[in-house]
């Protein structure tokens, strides 16, 4: 009863499937006058592929914003977020949007459809990653009412014409999934355009590009000499459907992987013989007796992507520059056939140098537009591809600290960036220069200067997978240790050891040794700021805060005003508290002979927001906010004894104040008990060491 139960329930939905809308038009069927009244309805289903593929990028919309003084726009497209941001790439808005002006250029007919686009750039930096983003938004879009587009087959439903159509075939589909239009013969199409562009609303025009393949041509020219020149005759026998294109399905996507060259051949791309079929129509170049199911062929209305593609064999590329220049493939003993399709491929920093210095290469050189994917070099775009991969959904029964992916990320770029000419900066500040951050004596017109003179940025340096795989090994480390959490220094000393296996470093020891040093970097940077994050949580009792920001304003005032303040438990007038008013100040770096200058801005400030009826908040002021943080912890350190907090001897008190210390860093930093454990027992010893440096 359960499954007759099921049965109903299954057949009860594919009866409502089949009913839907979306069904319907995805499996739409008409007669070639149905779709020419289509067409004059929407003239956009007879777009090219370059145009689709534009149209379809700018219609996820699009975001711009300025970047050290350069107008840059992101394409949402590349977000992925129809599939959850698998796919997503970071960080290279910038060569997205070159690589989207190049489609504009070519979807508008302006040259570039001539061209191959071809993606260059280190190993791991997002390319492959592109191209199946654009694979898959093209295969999607096809599914779509804006992206319809339509094909068509040969019918012959009594088998009346089995000497043109073949023995008992009914139904013969266009192999290379062609436009219908490409139908019409040459004399007629100007005037057939010109009538349905006059009639449409839509500012898009109508032009019919190419020939049919060779057996839509042979069954059309058999035809018409059948029905003596009548052409109507022969359009009865086109029955045009809708187009679903699909990479799994060889439907308008194809991919071209180069093999060993002993085992290359090129018809792989442009279709082979179909031996059985020969003996059915008598000749090997009746284009009946042909499987037109190249790459070239099957990726026709849609895109080709050539992996590797500077590793073809040069008889290859012989077809690549025809099909790029001309549109044209030429199948075995068959005249060239016209494709429509967008033709991109990626290689690598080695095979494009020898693309270079080849001069027998020049043809392709000249037929290819290059599009630079370089590594990031900007750090919160590096932390977003590991995040994408490590984080709580997908992680079980281990906990990642704060930072951790935050220094991983950080070393990656370090790597990646030049050492500055300048020699009052380091890497580290330059990393924060390109990451947004300001640095004193720095402008964006620097930042400009320092990316123009380092010519290979990005170009070189670790690929994020290496630290992929280096923290899948700190993690899996964790999980035999049942440590239940993972720090930064586990990731470091995973990427430090790793580089003496690292096999583009093999025999580049000076590199090695940079990588190394480079660590230590971040290893530095790492203890700034669980230092930073310990004394805040050691000195973020708000009363405190408060109560000491009220005694320095006080004394503030008094001091610029040329006045004494009364003692609140003698009643007598005294001096303000130079002492307290240094301690604090000193937090900040305010030197002797400014403290005056500081005294008085700070209380222009009070006075500004008195005129406008409002509270001076020692939270809106950033320096001073961090000045009484930085005094409140000095206060209070000693009374907490956080060098000794490990020891089994500490008083209650202490053991409750630390636990206040623990949970302010789970609470208000993201810690969990095992990495604020860690964390606190490391700063500990820094500060037993007498290696306290304020954070600058």
Not at 355 to 376: C, G, H, K, S
Request: a neutral charge; glycine letters at 6%.
């Amino acid at each position: 009863m359960s499954n007759e139960w099921n049965s109903l329930n299954f057949n009860s939905f594919l009866k409502e499937w089949q009913s839907s809308k979306e069904y319907r038009e995805l499996n739409w069927i008409g007669s070639f006058s149905d779709y020419i009244a289509l067409v004059k309805k929407n003239p956009r289903v007879t777009r090219n592929a370059f145009q689709r593929l534009y149209d379809l990028i700018v219609e996820k919309g699009t975001e711009e914003y300025v970047d050290v003084k350069k107008h840059v726009i992101h394409y949402k497209f590349f977000d992925d977020e129809d599939s959850g941001g698998r796919d997503a790439v970071f960080g290279l808005d910038i060569p997205l949007m070159k690589l989207v002006n190049v489609l504009r250029a070519a979807a508008q007919g302006y040259g570039a459809e001539k061209r191959v686009i071809l993606l260059h750039g280190p190993v791991g930096s997002a390319k492959s990653t592109v191209c199946r983003m654009i694979k898959k938004g093209v295969e999607n879009y096809s599914k779509t009412e804006q992206g319809a587009l339509y094909t068509f087959e040969w019918v012959d439903e009594a088998c009346e014409h089995e000497e043109i159509f073949g023995k008992g075939v009914r139904v013969m589909p266009s192999p290379m999934h062609e436009d219908p239009l490409v139908l019409v013969p040459e004399e007629m199409r100007i005037k057939l355009c010109e009538e349905l562009n006059r009639s449409s609303r839509d500012d898009f025009r109508i032009s019919i590009q190419g020939e049919p393949c060779p057996p839509s041509r042979y069954i059309f020219k058999m035809l018409l000499d059948k029905y003596n020149g009548n052409i109507g005759r022969v359009f009865d026998h086109v029955r045009v459907k809708r187009l679903v294109l699909s990479e799994a399905d060889r439907i308008g996507i194809g991919t071209f992987q180069p093999k060993d060259e002993k085992n290359q051949d090129s018809t792989e791309l442009t279709g082979d013989l179909n031996y059985r079929k020969i003996a059915e129509y008598g000749s090997d170049s009746d284009p009946r007796a042909f499987n037109f199911d190249g790459e070239f062929n099957i990726a026709n209305r849609g895109i080709i992507e050539f992996v590797e593609v500077l590793k073809l064999d040069v008889a290859f590329l012989y077809d690549l520059l025809g099909a790029s220049q001309e549109h044209k493939v030429k199948p075995k003993k068959f005249a060239q056939t016209h494709i429509d399709e967008v033709i991109i491929g990626h290689t690598n920093e080695p095979e494009f140098r020898r693309l270079q210095d080849n001069e027998f290469m020049e043809a392709l050189r000249d037929r290819t537009v290059r599009i630079d994917i370089p590594y990031i070099t900007k750090l919160h775009q590096e932390i977003k591809i590991y995040k994408k991969d490590f984080n709580s959904k997908r992680l079980r029964g281990v906990s990642i600290a704060p930072h951790t992916i935050e220094m991983a990320a950080m070393w990656a770029i370090l790597t990646r960036i030049e050492k500055p000419k300048k020699a009052n900066l380091t890497r580290a500040q330059k990393l924060k220069l390109y990451d947004g951050k300001a640095l004193p004596n720095f402008t964006e017109d620097n930042v400009k200067e320092l990316r123009k003179e380092a010519k290979r940025e990005g170009l070189d340096g670790v690929s994020p997978r290496y630290i992929q795989d280096k923290i899948s090994n700190a993690i899996v480390l964790s999980q035999q240790l049942s440590r239940g959490s993972v720090n930064p220094f586990m990731i470091l000393n995973e990427l430090e050891s790793g580089l003496k296996n690292h096999p583009f470093l093999a025999n580049n020891e000076d590199i090695r040794n940079d990588y190394r040093e480079l660590i230590g970097v971040v290893k530095q940077e790492y203890e700034e700021i669980i230092k930073s994050e310990v004394q805040r949580a050691v000195s973020s009792d708000e009363g405190a805060l408060g109560r000491l920001c009220a005694n320095y304003i006080d004394n503030l005032k008094a001091y610029t005003q040329g006045e004494k303040l009364r003692n609140q438990f003698s009643g007598q007038l005294e001096e303000s508290d130079e002492r307290l008013m240094r301690a604090v100040e000193e937090r900040i770096d305010i030197p002797e002979s400014r403290k005056d200058d500081f005294r008085r801005e700070i209380m222009h400030y009070i006075g500004a927001l008195a005129l406008e009826g409002k509270k001076f908040d020692y939270k809106t002021n950033e320096r001073l906010h961090r000045a009484f943080e930085r005094k409140l912890f000095e206060d209070q350190r000693d009374t907490i004894k956080l060098t000794s907090h490990v020891s089994s001897t500490e008083t209650r008190d202490t053991q409750e104040k630390i636990e206040q210390v623990k949970s302010r860093l789970i609470k208000e930093f993201g810690y969990d008990e095992v990495s604020a454990q860690d964390v606190l027992q490391y700063v500990a010893n820094i500060f037993a060491r007498g290696e306290v440096k304020e954070k600058k």
